[in-house]
């Protein structure tokens, strides 16, 4: 399985930027389609973002689009969550996931390689 770790995460006002990174290794990162997700404390973990292998597609859940971009560069086995005009409502630990055999991009797949999350917090 690939192995991904997360980074970026903080402490940001409403209104504010921040942008996380999920770096991948232990595999070719090109095969593998990328999202990210959200979990708020006492909720469920929800879809955020998806990005295709090659980064021609591209999901997002409707509470966060216009807001937020997910991107991703092959050549540094990264994939990038740009989030801006944070809402109190976006805190929450940020995951990133990975699945080598999602080639049309849902809500609602299962993946199958996941980090261990960071920690986004905005304040208001």
């Known amino acids: 399985q690939v192995q991904l770790v997360e980074s970026g995460g903080g402490l940001v006002q409403a209104g504010g930027s921040l942008r996380l990174s999920c770096a991948a290794s232990g595999r070719t990162f090109s095969n593998y389609a990328m999202g990210w997700f959200r979990q708020a404390p006492g909720k469920r973990r929800e879809f955020v973002a998806a990005?295709?292998?090659?980064?021609?597609?591209?999901l997002y859940a409707d509470s966060v689009k216009g807001r937020f971009t997910i991107s991703r560069d092959n050549a540094k086995n990264t994939v990038y969550l740009q989030m801006n005009t944070l809402k109190p409502e976006d805190t929450a630990v940020y995951y990133c996931?990975?699945?080598?055999?999602?080639?049309?991009?849902?809500?609602?797949?299962?993946?199958?390689?996941w980090g261990r999350g960071t920690q986004v917090t905005v304040s208001s």
């Open positions: 990005i295709s292998r090659s980064g021609g597609s591209t």
């Open positions: 996931a990975a699945d080598r055999t999602i080639v049309v991009l849902t809500t609602t797949q299962t993946w199958g390689s």
